[in-house]
């Protein structure tokens, strides 16, 4: 377990490294000198000499990049070019609202989709297998801004149950939970149909095992079959799965903070991408790779700790 | 994840005459399968409608009339006019040309990259094999909104950026199952026979794996073309793709985002068309893999 965990960590660092040096290129591969971009047309030379020896952009840029490394290291991620303020600090504050929307939106996903996925593979062919089959194609189908939209066309203009923008007053959590409904909706509405097939296919898999069909032969009860020996192992390869789609669910809560004025970092990547505010751009980044990375690892680890022979296969 | 490969060709091949069989048995499969019919009638909607934009086009596109602005459907704007008084429905059909050609440009592109990457992957020595697979690994650690909201950053919107964001975002897909149908044909006889032989490694890839790997990628291909025209049309909409005056989807969903409380009609006019051509896709990709490679199933 110890050896998997030290190979897994590894993996990530290296992804992560990776990830930042990509990145790293690609901003340092601007046509045109990052200073006069940074500071724009109009700053004099001096401040633009100042500027590029503070930003050490008058070293070669491995130089610049072993530099990043070890500021990203010690949680340095740099200083918001306009307003001065650490990105990090920047960043602390914009995180949680990410992170509640994702959670929020994979929990109403998993509480929905695990079930109808084993109801599905329980009574293959019945009503309730069909209903699901066609509608978790028809939620994967739908794109996840297009959900948000129309939900905000429908909810919130039409209907007026919901609020259409912002999170809600700082403090007033009943208040913040009534912001999360849509977006959360919006963004876990895709999950529901992925997890029931995902989970329907491992289930009716696992449903086929002679261990299974020695408990019905020993006159187990049919629901502690299904949750007390099938679902449990049913459920690993969709562990996996949920820390793969992780990336897909963040971009999916890109959209819902910029379409529901959301604070987050999505909304921090893309209201600074408009500024050109670079270094506020690369931290975020930076944190959103760093959180798939941990989620993808967490699901790993999760599975190699509930299903040994992961362990022996890695 | 389970090995996806498809049924190498010596030995398992069944005899000539009964091929011919087989294959009209699955075409017969594939006809009464209905989610298939009613997938392939939807692209075949979106294949037309896109071509022959011009000639389903009831207005120019592009041309303005701010008296009938914000209109809801109408005899003459049969799905209303957005905030300049342009035609709607124009605009959606020629909104669907710039979707084919993502669609059609991004996902050739990526599948045969993807393809070459994956045999070398799967068949070239270990090295190479593991540095492949830790480029994969990096590319899918960037989500795709976020990698395209870097580029966009760095390089401008443009229609040429939505494409190399799609490829490759979607390389990784094509190129992995590419290699675990490599490996799994790596050491089958045939091959091995071939190798004796002395045939070039590019002979070996190109001319015996290369046919027993394209099946799989191209159903994935179909079930891929969704997620790209997604991507473009999300990307547009964010104002970081295609832009305006340009009509797509994404463009238009957003114009009509900015007038949602005065008028509904451009977001629903917008969405409907990306719904179909999802639908669509997805429905067909599933009754081909389901025809064709049911084993794909457990892979995806």
């Known amino acids: 377990m110890l050896w998997y965990l030290m190979k897994r960590l590894c993996l990530s660092v290296i992804i992560i490294v990776m990830a930042v040096g990509a990145l790293f290129i690609m901003l340092h591969s601007i046509p045109g000198d990052p200073v006069s971009i940074a500071l724009g047309p109009r700053a004099t030379p001096e401040v633009q000499a100042a500027y590029a020896a503070k930003m050490h952009l008058d070293k070669p840029i491995y130089y610049q990049f072993f530099i990043f490394l070890g500021d990203v290291a010690q949680g340095d991620l740099g200083v918001d070019v306009f307003s001065n303020r650490p990105v990090a600090l920047t960043l602390g504050e914009q995180l949680p609202y990410t992170i509640a929307l994702a959670v929020a939106a994979l929990g109403w996903a998993i509480a929905i989709g695990i079930p109808l996925g084993c109801l599905s593979a329980i009574w293959p062919n019945s009503w309730i297998d069909r209903v699901t089959g066609i509608l978790s194609v028809g939620t994967i189908a739908l794109p996840s801004f297009l959900v948000s939209i129309w939900s905000i066309l429908l909810f919130s203009i039409t209907l007026r149950w919901m609020p259409v923008i912002g999170a809600g007053d700082e403090g007033d959590i009943v208040d913040q939970l009534y912001h999360l409904v849509l977006p959360a909706f919006a963004v876990g509405l895709g999950w529901v149909g992925y997890l029931a097939r995902m989970v329907r296919a491992s289930m009716l898999e696992v449903m086929g095992e002679n261990y299974i069909r020695s408990a019905r032969a020993f006159g187990l009860p049919p629901a502690r079959i299904v949750f007390r020996y099938a679902l449990p192992v049913a459920v690993l390869p969709t562990i996996t799965l949920i820390g793969v789609g992780f990336g897909g669910l963040l971009s999916g809560t890109v959209f819902a903070e910029i379409i529901f004025s959301r604070p987050g970092v999505g909304r921090i990547i893309y209201d600074m991408v408009l500024a050109r505010n670079f270094p506020v751009v690369q931290g975020a980044v930076l944190v959103t790779i760093a959180l798939y990375v941990v989620v993808t690892l967490i699901a790993d680890l999760l599975v190699s700790w509930l299903d040994p022979r992961v362990r022996d296969t890695f | ?300």
């Open chain 2, 1 to 300: 994840m389970s090995e996806i490969h498809s049924d190498p060709p010596a030995g398992a091949a069944p005899a000539p005459e009964k091929a011919y069989s087989v294959r009209a048995e699955k075409l017969g499969l594939f006809l009464r399968n209905p989610m298939g019919m009613f997938g392939l009638i939807l692209v075949i909607m979106f294949f037309v409608s896109a071509i022959f934009a011009p000639v389903f086009a009831t207005h120019d596109p592009l041309a303005l009339d701010i008296p009938a602005r914000m209109a809801g459907p109408s005899a003459d704007h049969w799905a209303g006019t957005d905030q300049l008084g342009r035609d709607t429905y124009s605009r959606v059909l020629y909104g669907g040309r710039v979707a084919l050609k993502v669609a059609m440009i991004g996902v050739s592109v990526a599948l045969i990259t993807g393809l070459v990457l994956g045999m070398l992957a799967g068949f070239g020595p270990r090295w190479l094999d593991n540095f492949l697979l830790l480029v994969f690994d990096t590319i899918r650690s960037f989500p795709t909104v976020v990698l395209a909201l870097a580029a966009v950053a760095l390089l401008g919107p443009s229609m040429e950026l939505v494409l190399a964001i799609v490829i490759v975002t979607t390389i990784p897909g094509y190129a992995r199952l590419a290699r675990t149908s490599t490996l799994a044909l790596k050491n089958t006889e045939f091959i091995l026979a071939e190798r004796s032989l002395g045939a070039s490694t590019a002979r070996i890839l190109f001319v015996h794996i290369m046919p027993n790997v394209i099946g799989p990628m191209l159903i994935l291909a179909a079930m891929d073309v969704p997620v790209v025209v997604t991507i473009e049309a999300g990307l547009s909409f964010l104002g970081l793709g295609v832009q305006p005056p340009t009509a797509s989807w994404g463009t238009i969903l957003n114009e009509g985002y900015l007038i949602i409380r005065d008028t509904p009609w451009m977001v629903i006019a917008g969405g409907i068309p990306l719904v179909l051509t999802t639908l669509g896709f997805t429905f067909l990709g599933e009754a081909l893999r389901d025809v064709f490679d049911p084993k794909l199933r457990r892979g995806q």
